[in-house]
């Protein structure tokens, strides 16, 4: 009797088992089409978006550093006393504008008085070229004026030099940095009196590790973000890649050429890189889309049946991923609608209400607030 009721006891909580288990089964992802249509309830509001088909990459992802791509420090080249600054702080210059101008009255002095012995040198040496033609003048009286006329020319360029020495001109298109000096100050050679820096395009050094060098080509794509700018992403491109691997870290330098033609950039800032290699076409869905549960990957399509508007769940196999985004690689068709928004309580077989569907002209919170408005 005593093993009988054991065995009945036994029996009972087999069926049990059996029972919550097939409760869980139909809870779970993956729940038969059957057991989900049988599921009843108020409509589950959602915002769906249409799956893509868009250029995607793999991604290698580094940190870096923004550098100008050319900076100088303007100083003198004697010493002298500043008469005037022509830029100011933070100001778009162009090569060859004026920027510094030094005391220079005694250099202007010293090219005129050169340009006037040039002048007679010059006369003089005509004088006499004509008079060896006469045969009035020797060849050597005629070396001797073609020497002084040359020695002439020489110190004039220099005194043109030495007056060049007292003006500063941008060597290239820039921005001005502060200045450290002021009208009146007596310079130094080597004194720094500004920064001028090339702003556009930046360079952007940073290091990824050596097993990726031979995918490292100038002219491969690369995305950067900085925490300043956070709601934006800069393209650029590889433009040159270190000779040699550093022997302690295993890693290479890698350069590449951001554009920054509206200036938001600044040499200095840290930036997250993404290298962008094996570009293809691939099936995208936004990151929020994938529901993954128990080792497995799911989405929510929105399908229309027997008049309803219900949610299906299927199985998909993701591939990379970018911020905000995942390559689909198995289990989803172009054009599908995925459910973005009101994922956390659906299950397959529910029924959905479209509160909108997001594009980048209609982003979600765009749809939420004017839900919500309404």
């Known amino acids: 009797m005593a093993r009988d009721g054991v065995a009945q006891a036994s029996t009972v909580g087999c069926r049990l088992g059996a029972v919550l288990a097939a409760l869980l089964l139909a809870a779970a992802p993956g729940a038969s089409p059957a057991a989900a249509q049988q599921r009843a309830g108020p409509a589950v509001p959602v915002i769906v978006k249409p799956v893509e088909r868009t250029t995607f990459y793999d991604r290698v992802e580094a940190v870096g550093s923004l550098k100008a ?3 100088v420090i303007l100083s003198a080249n004697v010493s002298e006393r500043i008469v005037e600054l022509l830029f100011d702080d933070g100001q778009q210059v162009r090569q060859g504008d004026l920027l510094v101008l030094l005391e220079q009255a005694e250099e202007r002095a010293s090219v005129s008085a050169a340009e006037a012995v040039l002048a007679e040198r010059k006369a003089a040496f005509g004088r006499s070229s004509k008079l ?20 002439a020319e020489a110190d004039l360029e220099i005194a043109r030099a030495r007056l060049q020495d007292r003006t500063i001109l941008a060597p290239f298109d820039g921005v001005m940095g502060l200045r450290n000096v002021s009208v009146g100050t007596l310079v130094q050679p080597g004194d720094p009196i500004a920064t001028l820096s090339d702003l556009s395009p930046l360079k952007l050094d940073f290091a990824v590790p050596s097993s990726f060098l031979t995918a490292l080509k100038p002219g491969l794509a690369i995305e950067a973000r900085s925490t300043a700018l956070p709601d934006r992403t800069f393209d ?6 270190e000779s040699t691997v550093d022997p302690v870290t295993r890693s290479i330098t890698v350069r590449a050429v951001v554009p920054n033609d509206d200036g938001a950039l600044r040499p200095g800032l840290v930036m997250t890189v993404a290298l962008l290699k094996n570009p293809r076409q691939a099936l995208v869905v936004p990151e929020e889309a994938l529901v993954p549960y128990d080792r497995r990957n799911f989405v929510f399509v929105v399908a229309e049946e027997a008049g309803r508007t219900v949610a299906r769940r299927l ?7 970018r911020p905000g985004e995942v390559e689909i690689l198995k289990g989803l068709a172009e054009g599908r609608q995925v459910v973005v928004q009101g994922t956390l309580k659906l299950e397959d077989g529910d029924a959905v209400r479209l509160l909108g569907t997001e594009s980048e002209d209609n982003p979600v919170p765009a749809i939420l607030k004017g839900k919500a408005g309404g």
């Not at 060896?132 to 050597?140: K, V």
Request: aromatic share 2%.
């Open 315 to 321: 199985q998909v196999e993701p591939g990379a991923r």
């Open 132 to 151: 060896q033609q006469q045969q009035f003048s020797t060849a050597a009286q005629l070396d001797e004026r073609r020497a002084a006329l040359q020695q």
């Open 236 to 241: 650029g491109l590889v433009k040159s890649v």
């Open 69 to 71: 791509n050319e900076t």
